[in-house]
């Protein structure tokens, strides 16, 4: 007797499930794909075990997505009379249709993930991102007929997927809205929630472990009852606000302790140097049956033959990655240094070109964007307050910032002897010098 309920195993979440229907996209061409996408593009140089793909990453947001919406939706979760409004009836024919709407976003929400995930994704035309790329193939011919036999629209799973900030033009209506911030909220988006427990799995850290179990079982939707704005978000009760607040102590220790490890980072470097010689025009193609033909591995099949022929023009890079003789980090974000001058990293970065060339020196900066923790809260006393007046944690947990300086192998220890040298002179502000 055929199943209609199939389970696959999972390290994370142990049995993520799913009906006969929707196994109709997991084995689609477009999701498929996704066993050939590195979630951690080249990590696994840096952490061995980060061998792990964008399709169980992606299974694993539908698993979270599908426990936040039947916490959320449950009537007795629900505590303002506003919120009643926006929510589907319970079991009724909308409440199924958005919840298998939801579902099929989440799986399909990374399904326009470059070869490396974001590795290189600077490399596509102007105004493009794996977002957009995600809408294209969610809306294509070739999953247009998987969408009519599951019976729902492909126009609200692309939006749901990737939120009113990357579908552009589109009117987002209140619940539209926050089911596309169970996935990708920068809050308590459940991408991140997998992300972090995913990683710290495979790389074999602690840093991205929360208590996910009991987060997803306070959060709520809340108005957020700001300037008479009853607009509905993602909140917490009371009781979990320890759990969000570990979520965003994992992410910031993630991000400075892995994702940001100086070594893994310059491999992207050498990745994106590699594909401006590898891809036509130096940029990915963006239509969906040419992204469709590209992953990781035609990439590292082409590394390993151009680090084998010394008159590639991709030579020098692949080498970087395949030898192991990528560049070394000769200078890295110091608070000294940026309370004098903010652009410290810039200034050597500039002055290390000058003195070496630019073939043998490179840079990577990065800001956090925006901040995640300011969330609704749901008191004891039935009262709705900002998560930055209830944790102290939250309104000290800093801003991820990097800066970095690299310099080829050979040069690297007469660039760290004259880095040693001049540094104080390089990083002294121009007007300050002018007084």
Known sequence: MAKHIHEIRDPIHVFIRLDSAERKVLDSRPFQRLRHIHQLGLTY??????????????????????????????PDNIAHESIRKVVPKHKSYDYEYWRRVLRMAALC????????????????????????????????????????????????????????????????????????????????????MDYLLRDSHHAGVAYGKFDHYRLIDTLRILPREEEDSLEPVLGVEEGGIHSA??????????????YFHPVRRIYD????????????????PIAVEEHL????????????????????PSYKSAKCIISREHFRCIYQRNPDDFERNNEAAIAIFNAACEQFGPDNIRADRYRQKGSTADFPVYTGDERI????????VLTELPVVATDYVFASPEIREEAEKW??????????????EEE
Not at 269 to 284: E, M, Q, S, T
Not at 385 to 392: I, N, Q
Request: net charge negative; charged share 30%; hydrophobic share 45%.
């Open 45 to 74: 140089l840096v952490y061995p075990g980060a061998t792990h793909r964008r399709f169980e990453h992606s299974l694993g947001v539908m698993e979270l997505a599908t426990r936040v919406y039947d916490i959320v939706t449950e």
């Open 109 to 192: 929400h990374d399904l326009g993930h470059l070869p490396f995930s974001h590795g290189a994704e600077e490399l596509l035309p102007d105004g493009w991102d794996h977002e957009r790329l995600t809408v294209e193939i969610i809306l294509s011919a070739e999953l247009k007929s998987i969408w009519e036999e599951i019976k729902v629209q492909p126009e609200d799973v692309a939006k749901i997927a990737v939120g009113p900030k990357k579908f552009k033009g589109a009117v987002f209506e209140d619940w539209e809205a926050i089911l596309s911030e169970i996935i990708i909220g920068d809050a308590f988006g459940v991408d991140r």
């Open 245 to 258: 607040e570990a979520l965003l102590m994992a992410r910031y220790f993630m991000y400075t302790q892995l």
């Open 269 to 284: 470097i050498h990745l994106k140097d590699f594909l401006k010689f590898w891809l036509p025009d130096g940029i990915f």
């Open 293 to 312: 033909l590209k992953t990781d591995n035609e990439i590292i099949t082409s590394i390993f033959e151009s680090a084998r022929n010394p008159n590639s």
């Open 385 to 392: 307050v900002s998560s930055l007046a209830m944790s102290k």
């Open 419 to 432: 880095l040693e040298q001049n540094r104080e002179a390089i990083i002294e502000p121009k007007d300050k």
